[in-house]
């Protein structure tokens, strides 16, 4: 699966914030011209950060590869700004101070371990994005957040753990199951400004 250029990016984070505020205004989006990556299936998050504060204002996304990129990404954009049950939903105006980010996801594969210690060994922060599954519960963190909130790999999963309804020590279940995966994540600096790629280690 290849890296998406910065171009390629640029235009994500662009489509993302087109998306939102022609839904915020009642309007369809309609692309026609857009890179081929864009048709191949992959997962991705769209994530609301306001500005110049940069907290979190929603963050939503679709961490398998069942969609088109381009209709996964305009599927988690909405999401993100209007369906995040953390907060309530964006306004047309707040679009003047969010900051757009787009992580695009290779595909979730399950870390295979004797004992579940060893994740402490197999994880890596700033590499590694989170998903656990334990019976009907399950949580995931991108890769960006324990780097934000400077986690160790012990820290990282207690809070995996919380985000999925769980205990914060279920990783250490046999039956909890671990799946990691990378994720190219894309950024405005200002709103509406210029896009960068957020390099995380």
């Not at 171009?7 to 011209?33: C, H, M, P, Q």
């Not at 110049?52 to 305009?74: F, H, Q, S, T």
């Not at 600096?189 to 957020?198: A, D, L, M, T």
Request: hydrophobic share 40%; net charge negative.
């Amino acid at each position: 699966m290849r890296l998406l250029t910065l171009e390629e990016g640029t235009f994500a984070v662009k489509f993302a914030r087109a998306v939102i505020e022609n839904y915020l205004s009642g309007k369809d989006v309609i692309v026609e011209n857009y890179p081929d990556v864009f048709n191949e299936k992959r997962g991705c998050f769209c994530t609301l950060h306001t500005y110049p504060e940069r907290e979190l204002r929603g963050c939503i996304g679709i961490p398998e590869p069942i969609l088109p990129l381009i209709k996964a990404l305009e599927e988690a954009a909405i999401s993100a700004a209007t369906k995040d049950p953390r907060f309530p939903p964006v306004t047309l105006e707040e679009m003047d101070y969010i900051i757009i980010e787009v992580s695009i996801l290779t595909p979730p594969e399950l870390i295979k371990v004797r004992h579940p210690r060893e994740y402490l060994e197999k994880i890596k922060i700033g590499r590694d994005g989170l998903i656990i599954k334990y019976g009907m519960h399950s949580g995931l963190l991108l890769p960006q957040v324990p780097v934000e909130f400077g986690w160790d790999v012990e820290e990282y999963l207690a809070h995996l753990c919380l985000k999925a309804g769980l205990p914060p020590d279920m990783w250490l279940d046999e039956n909890a199951k671990i799946y990691r995966f990378e994720a190219q994540i894309f950024e405005e600096v200002e709103p509406r400004g210029e896009v960068v790629e957020k390099k995380l280690i």
